[in-house]
C-alpha cells in the first residue's frame, strides 16, 4: 500500500506540468467549470482559515479562496504557490497544525490518492474546528466515470493507475466514522465520460450516477449525538 501511495506522489511530481496544464485544454476547462461550480456554494459562508489537503497545483485553492495548502509532493505546489496559496509539505494523515485550527477543509480528488483515507479524515477532522466544515470532491467509483477512470487506470494511465475510487455509500460511511455529518451535497457530470465534455446543470444533493460529487460534512462538537 504504501508503496503505491508514493508512486502516486511521484507521479503527481514527475508530470506535474502535464496534470496542470490540461486544466487549459477546451475539455478541461469545461471539467474545472463544473467541478468548481459543484464546490464554490458548499464553502460560502465558511469560517477562515482554510486549509486544502492534497492541493496539487493549486486551482481549486485559488478559486475557492483557501488559505493554506498541504501536499507531499513538491514539484505541484511550485505552481500553487505561483497561484498565491500557501502551501507546506506533508501528508493528510499527519497534519502540521494543532487541534481545531481550521473552519474549512477540502479534499478535492485526493482521498483516491492517498494510502490511507480514513487516516486522512480523522486527522482533518481534528484540525477543525467543531462546527467547522469539510468539503469533498470526489469521483464515485459507482458511476461511468468511476468504472472509466479505474479502467484507465488498469490501462497504465499514469495517475490512474495509481487511484483506489471509492462509492458514494463508502464515502459516507469513512466521514461518519471519522465524526462528521453530512450536511449538504452538489452532483454533476452526468454525461458519458468519453465523449467532448460540455456545460450542464449541477444538481442539489449527492445523486447516484454523477461524474463529480461535491459533500459537506459538520464536524461534530466533542459529544455529540
Ligand atoms: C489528483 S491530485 C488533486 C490536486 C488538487 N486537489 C486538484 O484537484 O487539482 C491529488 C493530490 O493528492 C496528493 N497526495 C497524495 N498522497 C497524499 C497524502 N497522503 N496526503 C496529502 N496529499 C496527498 C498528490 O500529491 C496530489 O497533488
Same mark, same amino acid.
Given at each position: 500500500?504504501?508503496?503505491?501511495?508514493?508512486?502516486?506522489v511521484?507521479?503527481?511530481?514527475?508530470?506535474?506540468?502535464?496534470y496542470?496544464?490540461?486544466?487549459?485544454?477546451?475539455?478541461?476547462?469545461?471539467?474545472?467549470? /463544473?467541478?468548481?461550480?459543484?464546490?464554490? =456554494?458548499?464553502? #460560502?459562508?465558511?469560517? !477562515?482559515p &482554510?486549509?486544502e489537503? +492534497? *492541493? $496539487?497545483s493549486?486551482r481549486?485553492?485559488?478559486?475557492?479562496?483557501i488559505?493554506?495548502? /498541504?501536499?507531499?509532493?513538491?514539484?505541484? =505546489?511550485r505552481? #500553487?504557490?505561483?497561484? !498565491?496559496? &500557501?502551501v507546506?509539505? +506533508? *501528508? $493528510?494523515?499527519?497534519l502540521?497544525?494543532?487541534?481545531?485550527?481550521?473552519?474549512?477543509?477540502?479534499?478535492i480528488?485526493?482521498?483516491?490518492f492517498v494510502?490511507?483515507?480514513?487516516?486522512?479524515?480523522?486527522?482533518?477532522?481534528?484540525v477543525?474546528?467543531?462546527?467547522?466544515?469539510?468539503?469533498v470532491?470526489?469521483v464515485p467509483?459507482?458511476?461511468?466515470?468511476?468504472?472509466?477512470?479505474?479502467?484507465?487506470?488498469?490501462?497504465?494511465?499514469p495517475?490512474?493507475?495509481?487511484?483506489?475510487f471509492?462509492?458514494?455509500?463508502?464515502?459516507h460511511?469513512?466521514l461518519?466514522?471519522?465524526?462528521?455529518?453530512?450536511?449538504?451535497?452538489r452532483?454533476?457530470?452526468?454525461?458519458?465520460p468519453n465523449?467532448?465534455?460540455?456545460?450542464?446543470?449541477?444538481?442539489?444533493?449527492?445523486?447516484?450516477?454523477?461524474?463529480?460529487?461535491?459533500?459537506?460534512?459538520?464536524?461534530?462538537?466533542a459529544?455529540?449525538?
Amino acid at each position: 500500500m504504501r508503496a503505491k501511495a508514493n508512486r502516486a506522489v511521484q507521479a503527481f511530481d514527475d508530470l506535474a506540468d502535464r496534470y496542470d496544464a490540461w486544466s487549459d485544454t477546451a475539455s478541461g476547462r469545461v471539467l474545472f467549470d /463544473l467541478e468548481l461550480g459543484a464546490l464554490r =456554494p458548499l464553502f #460560502a459562508g465558511t469560517a !477562515g482559515p &482554510r486549509l486544502e489537503v +492534497g *492541493v $496539487g497545483s493549486g486551482r481549486f485553492a485559488a478559486a475557492l479562496g483557501i488559505d493554506v495548502g /498541504l501536499d507531499p509532493a513538491e514539484a505541484p =505546489p511550485r505552481l #500553487a504557490r505561483a497561484r !498565491g496559496v &500557501r502551501v507546506l509539505r +506533508g *501528508v $493528510g494523515s499527519q497534519l502540521p497544525f494543532a487541534d481545531d485550527t481550521f473552519g474549512a477543509v477540502a479534499l478535492i480528488v485526493t482521498l483516491c490518492f492517498v494510502e490511507n483515507p480514513a487516516g486522512v479524515l480523522a486527522d482533518v477532522g481534528r484540525v477543525l474546528r467543531p462546527g467547522g466544515r469539510l468539503v469533498v470532491g470526489l469521483v464515485p467509483l459507482d458511476s461511468a466515470w468511476g468504472r472509466s477512470y479505474e479502467e484507465k487506470g488498469r490501462a497504465g494511465h499514469p495517475f490512474y493507475s495509481h487511484a483506489r475510487f471509492q462509492t458514494l455509500a463508502e464515502h459516507h460511511l469513512m466521514l461518519a466514522v471519522a465524526g462528521c455529518r453530512l450536511v449538504e451535497a452538489r452532483s454533476t457530470l452526468f454525461q458519458a465520460p468519453n465523449d467532448e465534455p460540455v456545460a450542464e446543470p449541477v444538481r442539489s444533493g449527492a445523486v447516484a450516477g454523477a461524474g463529480f460529487v461535491a459533500l459537506a460534512a459538520q464536524r461534530e462538537s466533542a459529544g455529540a449525538d
